[in-house]
């Protein structure tokens, strides 16, 4: 019998990590709005393609867009300033399911300026009712019945 995890969740910071290299190797910049937007995105991808979460940590709404709260305060020190590569980054150890959809929400978002990115999100469910809310927390739940 395979007992092969086909969707696993990721640790963010190594994901972050991933994302901000691609972003670099594709000669794309990236600040920690747009990471944390494409970390919404992502999230919600996995969520309608695999009914798993990507990772466990909650993500916030914020007045400015959605947020990582400890991914947000990592980068926070750059401002609305790009994000330079990491220097020592793990690989997320993603499955190659998991590699293709990560990919996949990279290429599509790789289209999109910051403003549409952020504009995107502010007009979608999740993230209105969670702002408009006193948890602010994005639930997966409402993440896979807005996209599913």
Do not use: W
Not at 127 to 144: C, F, N, Q, T
């Amino acid at each position: 019998m395979d007992t092969t995890v086909l969707h696993q969740k990721y640790n963010v910071f190594k994901l972050s990590d991933y994302i901000i290299i691609y972003h670099h190797e594709n000669d794309k910049k990236i600040n920690n709005l747009r990471l944390n937007g494409i970390l919404y995105f992502l999230q919600a991808y996995f969520l309608q393609q695999t009914g798993n979460v990507c990772f466990v940590e909650e993500l916030e709404a914020r007045d400015y867009g959605p947020v990582i709260p400890a991914i947000y305060s990592k980068f926070s020190k750059f401002g609305v300033d790009d994000i330079p590569n990491p220097k020592n980054s793990e690989d997320p150890g993603f499955t190659p399911a998991d590699r293709k959809l990560v990919h996949e929400l990279l290429e599509f978002t790789g289209k999109m300026s910051n403003a549409t990115i952020s504009n995107t999100i502010h007009d979608q469910r999740p993230y209105r009712h969670a702002r408009d809310s006193h948890g602010k927390v994005i639930r997966p739940e409402k993440l896979k019945s807005y996209f599913g």
